[in-house]
């Protein structure tokens, strides 16, 4: 089994930063061989994909909703995974989950794609 632990939300200025954490656990779990897709869910809204980092060589892709803001990177050693979040929007205020795979996905912003997932942040973005 694993597992996935999201942190850092909070509540932010509009124009701000923050910097999520997901750590990966559990048997067999190594950045090596399991992807990360971090994910999003408004009031009232579906849960959106945000952006992803590929198992095989770290590439990143993101949604054209935060591309240029956020960005996406791995520290292997310690399986964790982060979401650096800049010039933050009031519409990015969602609870943001991290999820993981086995290998990549030609859908890599696709919830269906994932099989583990994170219990979520809150994150907040005043006006």
């Known amino acids: 089994q694993v597992q996935l632990v999201e942190s850092g939300g909070g509540l932010v200025q509009s124009g701000g930063s923050l910097r999520l954490s997901c750590a990966g656990s559990?048997?067999?779990?190594?950045?090596?061989?399991?992807?990360i897709g971090w994910f999003r869910q408004a009031p009232g809204k579906e849960r959106e994909g945000v952006g992803c980092?590929?198992?095989?060589?770290?590439?990143?892709f993101y949604a054209d909703s935060v591309k240029g803001r956020f960005t996406i990177s791995r520290d292997n050693a310690k399986n964790t995974v982060y979401l650096q979040m800049n010039s933050l929007k009031p519409e990015d205020t969602a609870v943001y989950y991290c999820?993981?795979?086995?290998?990549?996905?030609?859908?890599?912003?696709?919830?269906?794609?994932?099989?583990?997932w994170g219990q979520g942040t809150q994150v907040t973005v005043s006006s």
């Open positions: 999820a993981t795979r086995w290998g990549d996905t030609g859908l890599p912003l696709s919830q269906y794609e994932y099989d583990y």
């Open positions: 559990g048997s067999g779990f190594t950045l090596d061989y399991f992807a």
């Open positions: 980092i590929s198992s095989s060589d770290g590439s990143t």
